[in-house]
């Protein structure tokens, strides 16, 4: 399947004007359009805009927001990641990098800062982070599906539902961490695995858009 097809049920939002144009934001000269994977992180923008009160916080499909801004965008595109689901990627990083660098209940700020120190993987706020787990494959007839989840929250509880309560099996599962960018570089490679991938998107995201979380597997 298209990449796009498979962001299709993914919802992002954005900040749109009375009109329906992309809200522009500013930062000194720089100007961008920016899509949220978070709704709540959208809304705190907003309340941080001059003319926020104006504005309307939308949601439609990354697969088509991808297509519509993917080539010659009339502004530079940023799509953010969700800031809770960027600090548990960047807590399994450090765990395996620095370990010493971890504090119980650190702040963002205090995460943030030892992140950088670290100088590794989703040090900017537009590396989208994704959460599998090895052994978690859908089969049917014909092929194989590994979902990735936008939630590590979310992965983790499937894979507590596959397990059906036998705590062994979940200890023994291998969690694995990429960003949207590194696995959609795999899936255009010119021998990708012939494992399918399924993105689910968050359950608050689709709470946002009015929609029930779609089980692991649907279509």
Known sequence: AEISELLDKVPVFSLMDADGNAAVVKDGDV???EFFLDARHGLARRRMMKEGEKLQLTGQSFGRALIAYEKDPPLPVKFLADPEELSAARQ??????????????????????????????????TDIP?????????????????????????????????????????ESGQLQLLSLSELLAQMRAP???????????????????GAGPPPPGAA
Do not use: H
């Open 31 to 33: 100007a961008t359009l």
């Open 92 to 125: 399994i990083v450090l765990r395996a990098l620095a370990p010493e660098s971890l504090k119980a209940n650190m702040t963002f700020q205090e995460l943030q800062a030892a992140y950088s120190a670290a100088d590794s993987r989703f040090s900017d706020d």
């Open 130 to 170: 994704l959460f599998a787990v090895s052994q978690l494959v859908v089969a049917n007839d014909t092929d194989e599906v590994r979902p990735w989840f936008f939630s590590m929250a979310d992965c983790m509880q499937q894979w507590s539902t596959a397990c059906g309560g036998d705590e062994a099996a979940f």
């Open 191 to 209: 021998a990708p695995s012939k494992i399918n991938r399924l993105f689910v998107p968050t359950k608050l995201s689709l709470m946002a858009v």
